[in-house]
């Protein structure tokens, strides 16, 4: 079995995570966190002997749309609801310094 959890080592973890911990989180972790470690101890039970290793639990694939191109937006409709324009660009507020 997993070492037991204390108080001390979910400070350390708290302290790690840069979490402040209730006094009440302090009383209930030290429980939970140690019942996930015999979880985990009860998961290496397991035979994994003849398992394929695999990457997610079911098969993914990308469905993509075929990249065919056709013909893009004038400026004036990509900007037509756009709060604030200069020319043919977005306008937005200065969000650096004079010196970046």
């Known amino acids: 079995m997993s070492q037991k959890i204390d108080a001390d080592v979910v400070r350390h973890i708290g302290k790690l995570s840069r ?3 209730t006094d009440e989180e302090m009383r209930t972790f030290p429980g939970q966190l140690t019942d996930v470690l015999q979880y985990f101890d ?5 035979d ?7 990457v997610h639990a079911v098969e993914l694939k990308n469905i993509l749309a075929a990249d065919i191109p056709h013909e893009s937006l004038t400026p004036d409709e990509a900007l037509k609801n756009a709060p604030d324009r200069e020319g043919d660009f977005f306008r937005v507020t200065k969000v ?5």
């Open 19 to 21: 979490i402040e911990l």
């Open 42 to 46: 009860k998961l290496q039970e397991l």
């Open 48 to 54: 994994t002997e003849n398992v394929t290793p695999m």
């Open 96 to 100: 650096l310094g004079a010196g970046s």
